[in-house]
Nanobody
Framework: QVQLVESGGGLVQPGGSLRLSCAAS????????MGWYRQAPGKQRELVAN???????RYADSVKDRFIISRDNAKNTIYLQMDYLKPEDTAVFYC????????WGQGIQVTVSS
């Protein structure tokens, strides 16, 4: 019903920046929540940030001073601007979508290393 297309991952040095995008398509309701989770090897998946169609946002404490999530409701696309990246940010990032059920992107790698 809903398809998610992620982009923007890659390799950056500590202190660098990346911008992730996730575009949703399909049968999308007027209200939904989209966001990003991440999972590092051997670690549990954790919420990074999410944003509702209302504009309400949530951030993990570890990223709230460094990352900004935004969305373009007309395009059903979210963006995660990640600045001042740290090695501990290294993970596979998964786009998330919820209205009547959960949807997940396939995941994109973010690697922060010198």
């Amino acid at each position: 019903q809903v398809q998610l297309v992620e982009s923007g991952g890659g390799l950056v040095q500590p202190g660098g920046s990346l911008r992730l995008s996730c575009a949703a398509s399909g049968k999308i309701s007027g209200f939904n929540v989209m966001g990003w989770y991440r999972q590092a090897p051997g670690k549990q998946r954790e919420l990074v940030a999410n944003i509702a169609s209302s504009g309400r946002t949530r951030y993990a404490d570890s990223v709230k001073d460094r990352f900004i999530i935004s969305r373009d409701n007309a395009k059903n696309t979210i963006y995660l601007q990640m600045d001042y990246l740290k090695p501990e940010d290294t993970a596979v990032f998964y786009c998330y979508f919820f209205d009547s059920r959960d949807y997940w992107g396939q995941g994109i790698q973010v690697t922060v290393s010198s």
